[in-house]
């Protein structure tokens, strides 16, 4: 990667969780399951990036994909009451 390009990817990183916290708080919103799934996937780039590039930011991608991967799994669930009760599968 160039000089350029080095320098561009704190801007890279910071739009492309921008556009995923937007889309999961839409999403969410209107009980969209592809939706945060999509937001899920770009934290997942953003948090990959992160780690690949010791950006400083790595740990923040990581509890953005964390939350995000939460969201996914009470819309799935029904809600969070309905993600906490059911509990893992015998």
Known sequence: ???RGVADEPA?????TERASSALEHASAAGDPGG???AVAVFELVQDIARRER????WKS????????IAQAEAEAGGP???LD???SP
């Open 36 to 38: 945060i799934a999509d």
């Open 86 to 88: 059911r509990g893992p």
């Open 62 to 69: 990581l509890i953005n994909l964390a939350n995000a991967l």
């Open 55 to 58: 950006h400083p930011e790595y």
């Open 1 to 3: 990667m160039n000089q």
């Open 81 to 83: 009451d309905e993600a």
């Open 12 to 16: 890279r990183l910071a739009a492309l």
